[in-house]
């Protein structure tokens, strides 16, 4: 007897985001997590394991924080190459990027 055939399952593709940054921080990681989960994302965090700059990157956003002192270069370069659009956290540079989150310095400097 042929098998019956089943119906297409349609799923929506969820986006996946790189997390690259210089230096880990725990209280931002917990606000990507908790917009990754508003919005369905995949999070990729191996640099925060790893501890080095994936030599590429094929998904569909990063949020960076390259650092400012000493920016990581290996870093820079993978946001260039990816073409992916890119949140900056706390930007010193002049980098391309689709948007920036940062400190209010003198909001802080008034509390």
Known sequence: MPRKKRGVFKRTQRKKVLIALYWWE???FEGVAQAAAEYGWILDCRMRWMHTVPSQWDGDGIIANPGFSRPLQP???LIDRS???TIELQSFHDYPCEGRVVIDQEG???I
């Open 108 to 110: 802080v400097g008034r």
């Open 26 to 28: 725990d209280r931002v």
């Open 83 to 85: 073409g992916a659009p």
């Open 75 to 77: 870093l820079l370069e």
